[in-house]
T-cell receptor
Framework: GNSVTQMEGPVTLSEEAFLTINCTYTATGYPSLFWYVQYPGEGLQLLLKATKADDKGSNKGFEATYRKETTSFHLEKGSVQVSDSAVYFCALEGSTLGRLYFGRGTQLTVWP | DVKVTQSSRYLVKRTGEKVFLECVQDMDHENMFWYRQDPGLGLRLIYFSYDVKMKEKGDIPEGYSVSREKKERFSLILESASTNQTSMYLC????????????FGPGTRLLVL
């Protein structure tokens, strides 16, 4: 079946630190992969996505590379800001078009 | 700008009440989804719909029903609210041609007393 496993939080960092949030997946075929972000009091919004192996998604300084050999899609940012404090969700689109499978989310807190 | 709106941000109901949560999207999306979000459990899919009058069960449909009479509107119904349905409810929509980027509403925080 389809599933996503992401590192448990919370993750606490100082401003300008390097961020990695690990995400691995199980799926049949070649799913599209996503990172969503949820700021306090809001719904989820798409951060970045990748649709095939070796694709790199990027947005707002965040990056993630679709690694088929390790079934991973780790989120990275070189220098986090206080405004990056949020919950981050990794997701995959399974064989049923349109349906997403989400990880449990990772809470990130960045201190000044 | 894409827009998914939910009828209420906060809702307080009594056990046994019938509860309606409404979601409207203005992007002409075919697909619409209802999730609940609970701490430590992430997002769990309740129901989704690929078209008007069509519905599919997600992972946790028990205690819920849905209605999609118009393309832009997808309603979640709690037939008889219970305390274990206290949660954050999120609606989302997407086009039916992949990849399936979903657009989310702001959520409704429901408290059942």
């Amino acid at each position: 079946g389809n599933s996503v496993t992401q590192m448990e939080g919370p993750v606490t960092l100082s401003e300008e630190a390097f961020l990695t949030i690990n995400c691995t997946y199980t799926a049949t075929g070649y799913p599209s992969l996503f990172w969503y972000v949820q700021y306090p009091g809001e719904g989820l919004q798409l951060l970045l996505k990748a649709t095939k192996a070796d694709d790199k998604g990027s947005n707002k300084g965040f990056e993630a590379t679709y690694r088929k050999e390790t079934t991973s899609f780790h989120l990275e940012k070189g220098s986090v800001q206080v405004s990056d404090s949020a919950v981050y969700f990794c997701a995959l689109e399974g064989s049923t078009l349109g349906r997403l499978y989400f990880g449990r989310g990772t809470q990130l807190t960045v201190w000044p | 700008d894409v827009k998914v709106t939910q009828s209420s941000r906060y809702l307080v109901k009594r056990t046994g009440e019938k509860v309606f949560l409404e979601c409207v999207q203005d992007m002409d999306h075919e697909n619409m989804f209802w999730y609940r979000q609970d701490p430590g459990l992430g997002l769990r899919l309740i129901y989704f719909s690929y078209d008007v009058k069509m519905k599919e069960k997600g992972d946790i449909p028990e205690g819920y029903s849905v209605s999609r009479e118009k393309k832009e509107r997808f309603s979640l119904i709690l037939e008889s609210a219970s305390t274990n349905q206290t949660s954050m409810y999120l609606c989302a929509s997407s086009f039916n041609k992949g990849p399936g980027t979903q657009y989310f509403g702001p959520g409704t925080r429901l408290l059942v007393l």
